[in-house]
């Protein structure tokens, strides 16, 4: 029996993500909707925007909005903020070990 992915998408390393059943990187997510998808509070996907975290190579970051070709953040129709998949995914990724949660490949 195969280990059960986790509910955070099943991916390891953000790096592996846009070869994973045609998912869309660039796919936008609210923030709610982040940490849902990454099975973390809210308020833990926050701090990820307003503190930052340690990516892989140790480097301080923020999980940023996308933006638009003018430099505006991106919005929904309730002008919350987006974010892209690929970038939560990697804020997620960076910050499960510390955290003490796992994360499996998706059996393919």
Known sequence: MSPK?????GFLHARRLPALNGIDP???LTASQGAVYCDVTLA?????TSRGY???AGKHVYLRPATRPDGTPRRNEHRHLLY???DIAAA???TSEAAGRLNFLAAA
Request: charge should be neutral.
């Open 5 to 9: 992915p986790s509910r955070c998408g």
């Open 92 to 94: 997620e990724a960076a």
């Open 54 to 56: 340690r990516n892989e």
């Open 44 to 48: 833990a996907f926050c701090n990820w």
């Open 26 to 28: 660039d796919a936008l």
């Open 84 to 86: 892209r998949l690929i």
